[in-house]
């Protein structure tokens, strides 16, 4: 075929974290490797009541077409969600409602990056905003982290030394992969660093919530004086991510060019789904749902951590994540986990490795650990059948 | 603010259709402008029994994460839709979901278009798609178009004469905004040209099924014998839009290149408003539904041009539509359809000027009518004040 694609599908390839959907679609593969929330914990009795309702009430406009900016409802109770949660000050015309968190990740590229421009990322960093930005063309800059979030000092000499840094892409709570958050200190001073150099900051946020101890921090959306903090939030985690519902909360001159790309990249996300996580949080406690979520996804990091520290040979180590999905494992260096991966899913059983993490490349003796998706006993029998495929290498 | 953003973003504004949704929502306006279905035809009593039918049968799947590709009886759905109506030989492995045909027109400047390339399209053409489109910098060359469809010595000309033709956009049924349908001899010769090029066309297929007198004619796709043409279909217009289900249907190497940039710009679409849609051709026929609507939209057009015949002042020209949603006006070139939809707006009557329906601009003498969305009282009404303004302009 004679066809030619543009440059750009150069740099795009399947993520291993779908083609690893598929293993876990193998009832008899345990996998920790998507970031899936817990199915059982879901709603579901309850959204056959919200459906139901949403039908009755207002059901042809649920049908039909609607605004790309989203549903007033729903906005509203996501902006007061940011001020009670994330201590910030936004009101519903700051939020604007996107087919999840991962459509303002290539939005977010899409606005702010040209081929060539630099895109400062954490190291490592989410595997789905790296390849959502690669699209665009971006060279990476991973900023060096250390167990309190970014190093502020290493974020400074690559801004002093660097052209053409259009953006800041960082996870400061229970980050994915590595499953650190980021501590009040390092936060301000990201944001003096940030303030001096007046460079756009993509917070993305899709855990912040799931603190399983200590108080949730300040987002720095909340802490952003001079309007260059993009925020990220998604309904997946705490709600359902079959629905597709994120936001965006942004500046006004920021938040207007992420309409103008919604428009010609899909007019709008489903207005029913919209209507619905609306309706669920005005006849349910949402809150309540989510310290249900938090109860269950702590016995699961309790569980994989006591396992680990009972079970993995020395000189493996790992995160404590104190929320999220995920901890971060360090293996030692001459042990591929891309060759781990195929020993264990020998054994019936799945992580992502961590090489994919690192935009530059690198790091292939770490992987990524998911603990919400597993019952406990799924969990047990997993972590075992890892802790020994490991050992077998060591 | 010191924030810069990427030079595509020159290239987007606002769609003056999205626009007019806002005017559209004052109920005192009546509205010929968007291209809403008619909401009083939406299946509601049926989509509850839908909505509690999946998740009573489904309902952890339906609210978690699910596959790229889309739902698999949804697509076994639209592959045999596709085969019965539009003769086409698809199965669903060759068939992708998208939020709406609109994010297939995104992604199919996103998998085609370097800046620069050249994209040929009907003059006019639809608004969304060249949105879409100019994200990714093209130039556009419009190709002439009849009452039969795109004139094919103009296409050849073209194609004889230019570098870097990357892709035809085409919608060969209703086309929005003319109303205009390619006749069986065009769609021949088209092919050919196409087959001896080898360019990639995209088939834009939003309303073919929308046919009020003869028959349904075969898709450019069912007459590909070389995997280039990329069809996109959707369920906007014979189910609901609210649910944001399209899909593309394309030769695997290049479904492939969808399923990649769809990973990275929003995962998957709304699993629950897939596993509806599908819930719903199981339990319901939604051939018979399209039926409904076909005869209600017949109506609405047949009064639109009675009253187009009786009231428009001489001078006036428009399309005979065979089927769709749109007629398209042309006025004489010393009136300007801007100016008349201020008049317009006075008036309480709102459509879409013509101008943005041609990329490289002009013709602002011309505008599009929307006819499905109005019951017959307000479209009568809606349409004298129309040519109470058209007159006073003469």
């Keep these: 075929m004679a066809i030619k694609f543009a440059d750009r599908m150069d740099n795009l390839k399947a993520s291993e974290i779908r083609e690893l959907l598929k293993f876990a679609a193998d009832p008899s593969i345990i996998s920790f490797g998507g970031g899936m929330p817990a199915p059982e914990l879901f709603p579901v009795e309850e959204m056959k009541k919200v459906a139901v309702a949403v039908l009755e009430e207002s059901g042809q406009s649920a049908l039909q077409y609607a605004t790309t900016e989203g549903n007033v409802k729903l906005r509203e109770q996501i902006a007061d969600r940011m001020n009670r949660k994330y201590q910030s000050k936004v009101a519903l015309d700051d939020v604007l409602i996107t087919s999840g968190s991962q459509q303002g990740l290539d939005f977010a590229g899409k606005i702010f990056i040209n081929e060539g421009d630099v895109v400062l990322c954490e190291s490592p960093s989410y595997l789905g905003a790296i390849n959502a930005f690669k699209a665009y063309g971006p060279k990476f800059i991973e900023v060096p982290t250390d167990d309190h979030g970014m190093v502020i000092e290493e974020l400074e000499k690559i801004l002093d030394s660097t052209e053409n840094v259009k953006m800041v892409y960082v996870i400061p709570d229970f980050q994915n992969p590595s499953g650190k958050t980021w501590t ?80 010609s990249a899909d007019l709008q996300s489903s207005t029913i789904s919209q209507m619905e996580a609306a309706k669920f949080g005005e006849m349910y406690d949402l809150d309540a749902h989510v310290e249900k979520i938090k109860a269950v996804y702590k016995v699961r990091r309790d569980l994989m951590m006591k396992i680990m520290k009972e079970e993995f040979p020395e000189g493996v180590k790992w995160t404590y994540p104190e929320g999220g999905l995920f901890t971060w494992v360090v293996l030692p260096e001459h042990i591929n986990a891309r060759d781990l991966l195929k020993k264990c899913l020998e054994e019936k059983v799945a992580f992502v490795p961590g090489g994919a993490f690192f935009p530059n490349g690198g790091n292939e003796n770490t992987f990524r650990l998911n603990y919400s998706n597993a019952p406990e006993e799924k969990l047990e029998e997993g972590m075992k059948r890892l802790a020994k495929a490991i050992k077998s290498m060591m």
């Excluded at 944001?191 to 399983?212: A, C, S, T």
């Excluded at 629905?243 to 207007?256: D, K, M, S």
Aim: charged share 30%.
């Design 184 to 263: 009040m200190e390092r936060r301000e001073r990201f944001m003096e660093v940030i303030n001096k150099h007046e460079i756009p900051v993509i917070e993305d946020n899709p855990y912040g919530e799931l603190r399983f101890e200590g108080e949730i921090l300040p987002s720095l959306k909340s802490m952003d004086t001079k309007d260059l903090v993009v925020f990220l939030g998604t309904y997946s985690k705490i709600f359902a991510p079959g629905l597709r519902i994120g936001w965006v909360c942004a500046a006004p001159e920021i938040l207007q060019k992420f309409n103008f790309v919604k428009q």
